[in-house]
């Protein structure tokens, strides 16, 4: 079984909203700094946001005041309204579990303007 699976990707216009599901398997999880990150065609991962619990939450400039990550028991979601289409890419959950980091298959997000 995954540790991290994504879902809610899918092909969007600009201006439209999507909402990204991680689940996560295992308690650690559900108390474990989560964040995601994001990659686009020929670029590196870079970071997207973060919620350390459901008080400190950090955002890329990128998608501050558009996106909202979140997280109820073992899942961890991103709003994404106002989409764009350098927001286009595949979008990776991350749980940070002592030292090491774990990650999922990744969801494909694609906004068309």
């Known amino acids: 079984q995954e540790p991290l699976v994504e879902s809610g990707g899918g092909l969007v216009q600009a201006g439209e909203s999507l909402r990204l599901s991680c689940a996560s398997s295992?308690?650690?999880?559900?108390?474990?700094?989560m964040a995601w990150y994001r990659q686009a065609p020929g670029k590196t991962r870079e970071f997207v946001a973060r919620?350390?619990?459901?008080?400190r939450k950090d955002y890329a400039d990128s998608v501050q005041g558009r996106f909202t990550i979140s997280r109820d028991k073992n899942m961890v979601y991103l709003q994404m309204n106002s989409l764009k289409p350098e927001d286009t890419g595949v979008y990776y959950c991350?749980?940070?579990?002592?030292?090491?980091?774990?990650w999922g298959q990744g969801t494909q997000v694609t906004v068309s303007s």
């Open positions: 295992g308690i650690r999880f559900s108390i474990a700094p």
């Open positions: 991350n749980g940070l579990i002592g030292s090491y980091n774990y």
């Open positions: 919620i350390l619990n459901n008080y």
